[in-house]
Each structure stands twice: as C-alpha cells, then as structure tokens.
C-alpha cells in the first residue's frame, strides 16, 4: 500500500459528461500529480500541484482541470467526456518536487 | 528532448530464469534521476527503485539488481531467479532535475510460467 488514496476506483460515465476523480496524497506530501494511462498514448503526465498552487502542465486538455485543496487532497474535473478519455488516471504524491513519486490505484474510467 | 526507449515489449520466462529489462534514455539535462515502477495485473504502479545520474554503483536489494551505465545511458533491471509473482508490466522512467513529473518508457510485460 502506497498509502496514496484514490476514489473511486472504477467509473462508467456517458459521452459529454462531467466527472470528479478524487486523490488523497501520503501524509505529509505536499505534492501531487497525475498522469492518465492510456493503450494509445502509454503514460502521460497531465499536472502537478504542490501546497495548493499549479506547478507545472504536461498534456492535458482543456476539458480537464485539477487543484489541490487546503488539506492537500487534490481533484480532477473531466468534462465534456469523449470516449477517448477512457484511461487509467493515476495520482501519485511525494514529498517535494524532487523526491520519490509514489502511485495511488488509479480510477479507471470508461466513458460510454 | 526527454526520452525513455523499452525495447522489448513482452518477454517471458520459465520460473526460476534471470531475466533481464532493458532500459535506454536519452535527455540532455546533466542530472537527472532513474526510475523503475511495477505494474502488477492489479493495475497500481510500484515503485522499485530511484537512481541519482551522480551515482552509478550497481544496486542490488534481494533478487532485484539495477546496472546503471552513463556512457551508454542504458538503466537495465534484472530479476533473478524469477518467480511467478514477478509477472507485470515494468516501466522505466526518468525525471530531470527541477523537472516536475516523470517521462516513461512503454513499459515490458514480463510473464514468469510455472
């Protein structure tokens, strides 16, 4: 066990709707990522907070959006649910920036 | 550019075999650190091992062992002895210094027969 959470852990939702996948990082983390596993485009960063505020943007798209909160957990918002956007979405925390990730369950989605 | 490079897709052993996963990198960032992650059937990723480009003594923790070689910039894994639940997908990644997140490789789904 990681000791990263995510909820939930499977989801099937229709084209063009919206979703919140939910992460709860180690204790102590103060960063957060996440990255989407997909068959076509393998393992993708999508962004990184750390303590609350956006670090860095890797490929993700307009329809999706993410923060961290206060206490540090730390959602995903999809919307506007394309059947592509079926994937694995993986949270992972570590300490800093420049220290060890480590990786939730994932919340595979499936859009229908 | 950031590039990790897992030539082989899938291998599969016989238990007990040494295997051995390949790893190439290619980044043009001086430092820089080495992962590998587990990805069992059960889908969540574990990680194994992080490397510092300072350091390149070989790492060995049970029957797992890293080679790290700069001047090849290879990162390879071997598994000895291989056993069943060794069976997953197993990724190499690799995270620059100051850089915010990790760049994988395709990943190699080894599968250890009894």
């Known amino acids: 066990d990681s000791g990263v959470t995510q909820t939930p852990k499977h989801l099937i939702t229709a084209t063009g709707q919206r979703v919140t996948l939910r992460c709860s990082p180690r204790s102590g983390d103060l960063s957060v990522y996440w990255y989407q596993q997909s068959l076509d485009q393998g393992l993708q960063f999508l962004i990184h907070?750390?303590?609350?505020?956006?670090?860095a943007k890797g490929n993700i798209l307009e329809r999706f959006s993410a923060q961290q909160f206060p206490d540090l957990h730390s959602e995903l918002n999809l919307s506007s649910l394309e059947l592509g956007d079926s994937a694995l979405y993986f949270c992972?925390?570590?300490?800093?920036?420049?220290?060890?990730?480590?990786f939730g369950q994932g919340t595979r989605l499936t859009v229908v | 550019a950031q590039k990790v490079t897992q030539a082989q897709t899938e291998i599969s052993v016989v238990e007990k075999e040494d295997v051995t996963l390949d790893c190439v990198y290619e980044t043009r960032d001086t430092t820089y650190y080495l992962f590998w992650y587990k990805q069992p059937p059960s889908g969540e990723l574990v990680f194994l091992i992080r490397?510092?480009?300072?350091?390149?003594q070989n790492e060995i923790s049970g029957r797992y062992s890293w080679n790290f070689q700069k001047s090849t910039s290879s990162f390879n894994f071997t598994i000895t002895a291989s056993q069943v639940v060794d069976s997953a997908v197993y990724f190499c990644?690799?995270?620059?210094?100051?850089?915010?997140?990790?760049?994988f490789g395709t990943g190699t789904r080894l599968t250890v027969i009894p």
């Open positions: 490397r510092n480009s300072f350091d390149e």
């Open positions: 907070y750390y303590n609350g505020e956006e670090r």
């Open positions: 990644a690799l995270q620059p210094t100051g850089a915010n997140n990790l760049f």
């Open positions: 992972a925390s570590s300490t800093y920036s420049d220290t060890e990730a480590f």
